[in-house]
């Protein structure tokens, strides 16, 4: 298992993720790649991935304060979503019209403490993210497979709390209107 607190690998990871490197971490449903959230990262996932640049990537983090300064274009709504549902299975999403990489499509704080544990240590605690997986494939179920397909990246293998929940649900933000675009985890409530 990794040793996500060990000062040295803190230092390692940092390192890699600050030159633009691509990370593959478990969380909550499946396991996702993570880069930081600027051009080089943004840019490599969407290589590493084969992903077409008009399927915009979504940020994660450990709790709403680090993920806010992503969230400038965000309505009201948004934020009382986040309020009531995170940490939790929701991704909160707003329209995206450009094809812009930097545009991120969600944002959303899973609630599965090993990712909160890797956002800790992150710099700046937020990753753009992705499934584990090439553009198109199922996603990758194991570290193993994820070495075997990825194998210039950084495997942070400390699930030890269980994987393969539901999918998050999304929901779109348009202003203050809130619609469900996929079921999931979680269920809004018509007052929302």
Known sequence: MTDIHNPEFIRRLNAHLNAGGVIAFPTDTVWGLG???????????????????????????????????????????????????????????????????????????????????????????????????????????SADAIKKTFPEIIVIDNAYDPMGGMPSTVALCDGNTVRVIRPGAVTIQSDD
Request: charged share 20%; aromatic share 8%.
């Open 35 to 141: 880069a930081l959230p600027t051009p080089a990262g943004a840019d490599a996932l969407y290589a590493i991935k084969h992903r077409p640049r008009e399927k915009h990537l979504i940020i994660m983090s450990d709790c709403i304060d680090h993920i806010r300064p992503h969230m400038a274009r965000y309505p009201a709504a948004a934020f009382d979503l986040a309020r009531k549902y995170w940490p939790g299975g929701l991704t909160i999403a707003i329209p995206v019209a450009d094809n812009d990489t930097m545009v991120f499509g969600g944002v959303r704080v899973p609630n599965y403490k090993p990712f909160m544990d890797l956002c800790r240590v992150i710099d700046g605690h937020c990753l753009a993210t992705t499934s584990a997986n090439i553009s198109g494939m199922p996603p990758l179920t």
